[in-house]
């Protein structure tokens, strides 16, 4: 895998950041915590494990992408940890750097997903279908198999998982991602149910229209103008940042608080199917 570790000193918070920590709690608090942060080299899971790093966390940024992740570590002190979360070889290898180096786990964050296409059902490609299902279906179980033994003997252990309104309804369109996010609520409702006897927290945050720099880029094949309109007169879209808030503000809520299940929209946004443009 190649995950040599990489720190840095940390990027000082500006006062005009919101704290992520719960009031009642102190940053300090959340030092010698340690997190997994899988989608790390972009958006949400970029923007998340900064949002940990503030709050005191040992973070481990996961993605295929190394030189962003150095950049990342360089930035934040985050540790890089290149991943491929389709390969089963990658992510054992990833367990046994973070066991090895710090001797427990208290947070798995499976922030890495996809779409591909907008095809309808009649026109769907086989490989984008697969490839969805791979990467936010069995990518996150494969990470969450890979460290449940070690959330479980923390005893505290904590998996959130990041889906989509996408997985709570669904759109003309979005058959394949569809399918993808609401097979992985499906898996984090039944993970809920089977861990609550470890002591495992399982949280799952829905964000609606987030404008991230990738996603709708490439769902639809690297067509900027494409991915430009589906934000078109959209006042005040999700941003990365505003999703990472809620993903470090319930990982640093006393464990005893289970968020459950977080859905996330902007104002535009009054329901999944209803967007406002102007």
């Not at 449940?148 to 889906?163: F, S």
């Not at 991915?227 to 470090?248: F, I």
């Not at 990982?251 to 009054?270: G, S, Y």
Request: negative net charge; hydrophobic residues 40%.
């Amino acid at each position: 895998m190649g995950a040599a570790a990489a720190t840095a000193s940390v990027v000082p918070m500006t006062e005009q950041h919101r704290s992520t920590t719960p009031e009642g709690t102190r940053a300090g608090e959340h030092a010698g915590k340690v997190a997994v942060v899988t989608g790390a080299s972009t958006g949400i899971g970029e923007a998340t494990v900064r949002e940990l790093r503030r709050a005191g966390w040992t973070v481990y940024a996961v993605a295929r992408r190394a030189e962003r992740l150095e950049e990342l570590a360089r930035q934040t002190g985050a540790i890089a940890a290149p991943c491929d979360i389709t390969s089963d070889a990658d992510v054992d290898a990833l367990r046994g750097q973070v066991l090895e180096e710090q001797g427990r786990v208290d947070a798995l964050l499976n922030i890495s997903g996809g779409a591909r296409g907008t095809d309808w059902v009649a026109d769907a490609r086989t490989e984008d279908w697969e490839w969805m299902y791979q990467v936010n279906v069995i990518g996150t179980m494969r990470l969450t198999r890979a460290f449940l033994p070690a959330l479980r003997e923390n005893g505290e252990g904590t998996v959130l998982n990041l889906t989509s309104l996408a997985a709570h309804r669904t759109y003309e369109g979005g058959g394949g991602y569809n399918a993808a996010k609401f097979a992985e609520r499906a898996m984090t409702e039944a993970l809920r149910l089977e861990e609550a006897e470890h002591n495992v927290r399982v949280v799952e945050i829905a964000p609606g229209l987030v404008q991230t720099p990738e996603f709708s880029l490439n769902r639809l094949g690297g067509d900027e103008q494409a991915a430009e309109k589906v934000y078109a007169g959209v006042e005040k879209p999700l941003t990365s940042e505003d999703v990472a808030r809620v993903c470090a503000f319930a990982v640093n809520l006393p464990h005893h608080v289970d968020l459950d299940t977080v859905t996330i929209k902007p104002v535009a946004q009054a329901a999944p199917h209803k967007l406002l443009r102007r």
